[in-house]
C-alpha cells in the first residue's frame, strides 16, 4: 500500500512539475497559460479522485473480507 501511494504522490508531483516546466518554455499568451494551467489542474484533480477512490474501494473490499473471516 506505501508504494501504491508512493506512486500516486509521485504521479501527481511530476504532473505538477511537467506542467511548470512547459508553462516556462511554451511561447502563449498569458490568457492560453491560464487556460491551460486551469485544463491540466482539473486533469490531476480528476486523476487524484479516481485514485482516491479506487483505493477506498479496494481498503472496503479487504476490510469486508477480512471482517467476514473474524465472524
Known sequence: MKKFMGFIVG???GAAVGAVIALIITP??????RRDMKEKW?????EARRAQKETQEKL????????GNDQ
Open 42 to 46: 482539473n486533469e490531476v484533480l480528476e
Open 28 to 33: 502563449a499568451s498569458g490568457d492560453e497559460l
Open 60 to 67: 472496503e473490499n479487504e476490510f469486508g473480507h477480512i471482517q
Open 11 to 13: 504521479a501527481i508531483c
